[in-house]
C-alpha cells in the first residue's frame, strides 16, 4: 500500500467515523430534546396546580374568616338583646362592655377579610398565566416531536449507508492494521484517528518524535504515545 494510498484510505475511514458521531449525535439530540419539551409541560402543569391550590386556600381563608364573621355578629345582636332584660347596672355596664369589645373583634375581622378578598383577586390572574405557559409549552413539545419524526428516518439511513460505505473501506485495511485499527476505534471511535499537524498530534498536539513522523510520511500504522490515535498525513502532504 502506497504512502498516498494509506493516508488517504485511514483520512477516509476518519471521515466516515466523525459522521457516523455527528449522525449519532443528531439521531439523540432529538429525544433529548423532546424529554427537555416535556420537563417545560410538567413544570407549567405544576405551576398552574400550585397556583390553583393557592387560590383555593386563599378562598378557604376568606370563608373561615366570613363564617367567623357571622358568628360574631349573631353573639353581638344576642348580647344585644339580652340588654333590656338586665336587672342591675352592673350587668348591662358588663353586657355593654362584651359588645363593645366584639364589635372591635368584627372590626379586625372584616378587615382580614377584606384582606383575604384581595390576596384571592391577586392570585387569580396566576392561573390563565399558567395555562398559557401550558398551552406554549406544549406547542414547542408538539414541534420537537414532529421534528424527530420527520428527521429520524433520514438520519438513520444517512447512518445505515455510510456504515456500509465504511465496512467496503475496511476491508483494504491490512491484517496487521486492521487489528490495531480495530482495537482502537473500538475504545475511541470516531476521536480514534488524528492527522498529523505540523510535526504533532493532531488529537492530542503531542510532539512527535522523528521516527514517528518518518513512519508516517512512509505510509506505516502509527499510534500516537500520548493519546493512542492512529497517525495520518493529511491530504496536503501526501499530495505535495
Do not use: F, W
Not at 386556600?57 to 357571622?70: G, P, R, T
Not at 401550558?134 to 420527520?150: D, F, G, N, P
Not at 512527535?208 to 504515545?225: A, E, F, K, W, Y
Amino acid at each position: 500500500m502506497t504512502v498516498a494510498v494509506a493516508a488517504g484510505l485511514l483520512r477516509t475511514l476518519h471521515r466516515m467515523h466523525r459522521q457516523l458521531a455527528d449522525l449519532a449525535e443528531q439521531l439523540a439530540a432529538g429525544p433529548r430534546a423532546v424529554a427537555a419539551r416535556t420537563r417545560l409541560v410538567q413544570a407549567a402543569e405544576a405551576k398552574k396546580a400550585a397556583a390553583a391550590d393557592d387560590v383555593k386556600k386563599a378562598k378557604v381563608v376568606a370563608d373561615q374568616k366570613q363564617l367567623q364573621l357571622k358568628s360574631a355578629e349573631a353573639k353581638i345582636a344576642d348580647l344585644e338583646g339580652k340588654l333590656n332584660a338586665c336587672k342591675t347596672n352592673r350587668e348591662y355596664q358588663t353586657l355593654r362592655d362584651q359588645v363593645a369589645a366584639d364589635r372591635m373583634a368584627t372590626k379586625v375581622l372584616e378587615d382580614e377579610i377584606l384582606e383575604a378578598l384581595e390576596r384571592i383577586d391577586a392570585l387569580k390572574p396566576s392561573v390563565p398565566a399558567a395555562e398559557a405557559e401550558i398551552e406554549a409549552a406544549k406547542k414547542l413539545l408538539a414541534e420537537a416531536e414532529a421534528k424527530v419524526r420527520s428527521e429520524t428516518g433520514r438520519l438513520e439511513a444517512e447512518v445505515a449507508r455510510i456504515r456500509g460505505e465504511l465496512q467496503v473501506a475496511e476491508k483494504d485495511l491490512g491484517e496487521d492494521v486492521r487489528e490495531k485499527y480495530d482495537r482502537v476505534v473500538k475504545q475511541k471511535g470516531a476521536d480514534g484517528m488524528a492527522a498529523v499537524d505540523g510535526g504533532t498530534c493532531g488529537g492530542c498536539y503531542q510532539q512527535l518524535t522523528g521516527n514517528m513522523l518518518s513512519d508516517v510520511l512512509l505510509g506505516r500504522i502509527i499510534i500516537c504515545r500520548s493519546c493512542g490515535r492512529l497517525l495520518y498525513m493529511p491530504e496536503s502532504s501526501t499530495s505535495a
